[in-house]
């Protein structure tokens, strides 16, 4: 059963280091670099929400403790516990 995963990005305490766009195994992270937070920094963002495994790479690297992953698995059946998000 395919994991599926959840990433909230605190804007204000990403530094725009880019570690965890590049250890992304799914390339589903990016920074904004249209927009800036209050510091002037460009800050990560996730860009497609499909493609996040929850595999928790980006929230280990982030030196700024920036990103909390959430996980759960893709229930074919849909619904139910299998479904809830789990935050690790
Ligand atoms: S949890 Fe894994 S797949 Fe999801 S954004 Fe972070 S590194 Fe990418
Ligand atoms: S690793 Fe953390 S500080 Fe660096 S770009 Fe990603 S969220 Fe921002």
């Avoid at 605190?10 to 589903?28: A, F, M, R, S, Y």
């Avoid at 499909?50 to 790479?57: F, L, M, P, T, Y």
């Avoid at 980006?58 to 959430?70: L, M, Q, R």
């Amino acid at each position: 059963m395919p994991a599926k995963g959840y990433v909230e990005i605190d804007i204000e305490q990403c530094k725009g280091c880019n570690l965890c766009v590049l250890h992304c195994p799914t390339d589903c992270l990016a920074l904004n670099t249209s927009e800036a937070n209050s510091y002037g920094l460009h800050f990560a963002y996730l860009v497609d929400e499909e493609e996040c495994i929850g595999c928790a790479n980006c929230g280990v690297i982030c030196p700024e403790g920036a990103i909390t992953v959430f996980r759960k698995r893709k229930d074919a059946a849909g619904g139910g516990a299998a479904a809830q998000g789990q935050e690790i």
